[in-house]
């Protein structure tokens, strides 16, 4: 399968993985349209994707908006979401409840919408790509909201591949990957890390967005797999 002439909506595509998937789906001929929370960051995406690309800015988190993206866009080919801020990694004892159910909004209950919402107008021999990662099967200490909110998104694109068919539903569970994800941390915490995890791994670095991109554009082509999370972590779970 080619995504020469596909349509594919990717929230979350103003950055990181997710504009990595969209400029290379748009490399091969997509048009893409991306979706972020944040208008200067639709803005940026749209100065470095082709003509022809749109963006939106919406709260991914509300009903309502998502909704009335998808009935703005009508039919198309592939849903793409990477949409989620930052996690705050802490230890149960220290993790207030109200916090952990936040990072749920948009990192589950974002997908879950955009699923319901954007399914309908999906075509013949469409797809829907969903995120997740190697928290839920390698889970650290403090750990526990990312471990579970992994492990949710897991479970819901097995079931949402059987509830949607024919439409293809399967899910990208990156490592760590240099992105935007980690921002929060100094530059100096931040390299180091990146170091330091790159070195205990088998290929020996941490990966690149434009490494997991490809995984999506994979799963969009490949029109026999659905339900299927596929783990791209430089061998994180073996070590």
């Not at 080619?2 to 595509?13: Q, R």
């Not at 990662?133 to 992994?150: E, Q, T």
């Not at 097995?158 to 439409?167: I, N």
Request: glycine share 12%; net charge neutral; hydrophobic share 45%.
């Amino acid at each position: 399968m080619t995504l020469n002439g596909k349509k594919i909506v990717v929230l979350g595509g103003t950055s990181g993985i997710g504009l990595a998937v969209a400029q290379a789906a748009a490399k091969e001929g997509a048009q893409v349209i991306v979706a972020s929370s944040r208008k200067e960051s639709v803005d940026r995406a749209l100065k470095v994707l082709p003509a022809g690309s749109e963006g939106q800015a919406l709260d991914l988190t509300d009903e309502k908006q998502v909704k009335n993206l998808f009935d703005r866009v009508g039919g198309f080919d592939h849903l793409v979401f990477t949409a989620g801020e930052n996690l705050q990694l802490a230890e149960l004892a220290k993790t207030p409840v109200a916090d952990a159910q936040r990072f749920f909004t948009l990192r589950y209950w974002g997908a879950f919408t955009a699923v319901k919402y954007g399914s309908p107008h999906i075509g013949n021999g469409g797809s829907i790509v969903l995120t997740t990662g190697v928290a839920g099967a390698r889970p650290h200490k403090g750990w526990g909201v990312a471990a579970s909110i992994c492990s949710a998104m897991e479970g819901f694109t097995r079931a949402m591949a059987v509830e949607l068919a024919p439409v293809r539903v399967n899910a990208v569970s990156p490592g760590v990957i240099r992105s935007p994800l980690w921002a929060g941390m100094t530059e100096a915490d931040r390299e180091a890390m990146y170091r330091n995890v790159g070195a205990a791994l088998p290929v020996g670095r941490v990966g690149e967005v434009e490494d997991v991109a490809e995984t999506y554009l994979y799963l969009m082509r490949n029109g026999f797999s659905t339900g299927q999370v596929i783990t791209v972590d430089g061998g994180t779970v073996l070590v």
